[in-house]
């Protein structure tokens, strides 16, 4: 059967390259991508990571952290870690491994097998070093949106299990985690108390640029005929918080309807955001000050926010004296542990998530008390 291949995807072979030349080469044995939901970390891993690490002698482990679950978030990713010993091996070494771990207790974390009544007693750590002696080939976990694990409950025997595994075999085993909350990456891999304190190398998960807007330009025009202003394309993308789903999603409206013109497609995207209950829901359950800083954030991004000029904004915005330092500080603590807002390298704010910047953008004043 024919691979379906998405015209409207871009790739990032170069990026998925400069990773894996340094996993391959033992530079790094473990790599940290962060970008906020709907950058397109997912579909990285799985259409650029995956297939060249698989060409380059790879066997490539893929679990997504984020993804709902009917059991136990712990049991599921060691069920995920031996189906993927069976897909590597033999199905008759696969039995036998299960067979063997049926018996054993560590750490007592168990695994219920589907269509399979004993309870096998297994843990991560336990389970890489399996991998690590039955694979022929090296092998690559991609563990996303990794920060989920921690929101668990009763997690830290757990998560130095995985730690323990992953360090034992860092010659056969790389690893790449993906996270979108840097509050949540940061209390897994910059506290020194964490267990996987600097275990990773943090990178970035960059933008995509005017070469996408291009792209999807380029792909409008060569499937209906018209052309858009590519400039006026990017200047969207960039209202759009440089967030790829938004465009793609734009580009197939104008691909399917040809009559529709850049300005309708995207009022109609626009319109669709601020209709989200989700964003409306985290905007009715914070408090009018907390509202206020977040536009602050969201338009203005690097601006001193404790400034007496922000403060007096403020104040008068919210038809009050006067608002002290310490009030904001209080506030910008809570928004930070409620994962809406988190720190650029250089300590300024930003929203945490683009999409919910973006709704803020065209739509806090409407949605205002």
Excluded at 94 to 117: P, T
């Amino acid at each position: 059967m024919n691979k379906i291949i998405d015209p409207l995807y871009f790739d990032r072979k170069l990026l998925a390259n400069a990773l894996l030349t340094n996993l391959a080469s033992g530079i790094s044995h473990a790599l940290t991508l962060f970008a906020p939901r709907r950058m397109g970390k997912t579909q990285f891993l799985l259409n650029d990571i995956t297939p060249q690490a698989n060409a380059e002698g790879f066997n490539v482990f893929y679990f997504s952290f984020m993804d709902s679950y009917d059991g136990d978030l712990k049991t599921s990713f060691c069920q995920a870690l031996i189906s993927f010993i069976g897909a590597i091996q033999s199905e008759k070494k696969a039995l036998s491994l299960l067979d063997k771990v049926a018996s054993v207790e560590i750490m007592g974390f168990g695994v219920e097998l589907n269509g399979d009544k004993k309870q096998n007693i297994v843990n991560p750590s336990h389970l890489i070093n399996e991998i690590a002696r039955l694979s022929k080939k090296p092998v690559l976990l991609l563990l996303d949106e990794i920060q989920e694990l921690a929101r668990v409950k009763e997690t830290d025997s757990f998560i130095r299990s995985l730690r323990t595994g992953l360090d034992i075999n860092q010659r056969k085993v790389k690893v790449i985690f993906t996270g979108s909350s840097t509050n949540g990456l940061r209390a897994m891999f910059n506290d020194n108390k964490a267990p996987f304190f600097h275990f990773a190398h943090a990178i970035d998960f960059p933008n995509l640029g005017q070469e996408f807007s291009d792209f999807l330009a380029n792909i409008y025009q060569q499937r209906t005929g018209n052309e858009i202003d590519k400039q006026a394309f990017f200047t969207l993308f960039q209202r759009l918080n440089y967030t790829p789903l938004y465009l793609r999603a734009i580009t197939q409206d104008m691909i399917i309807n040809p009559a529709l013109t850049l300005e309708q497609a995207a009022q109609i995207r626009l319109a669709q955001i601020g209709e989200q209950a989700e964003s409306s829901t985290k905007w009715q359950q914070i408090s009018e000050l907390e509202r206020q800083l977040l536009i602050i954030i969201a338009q203005q991004g690097n601006i001193s926010i404790y400034s007496a000029q922000t403060r007096k904004h403020l104040a008068n915005t919210l038809g009050v004296e006067n608002l002290t330092p310490s009030s904001i500080q209080g506030k910008i603590r809570k928004l930070e542990r409620a994962d809406l807002i988190t720190r650029n390298a250089d300590n300024s704010l930003k929203i945490n998530d683009p999409y919910f910047q973006t709704w803020i953008n065209e739509n806090a004043d409407n949605h205002s008390p």
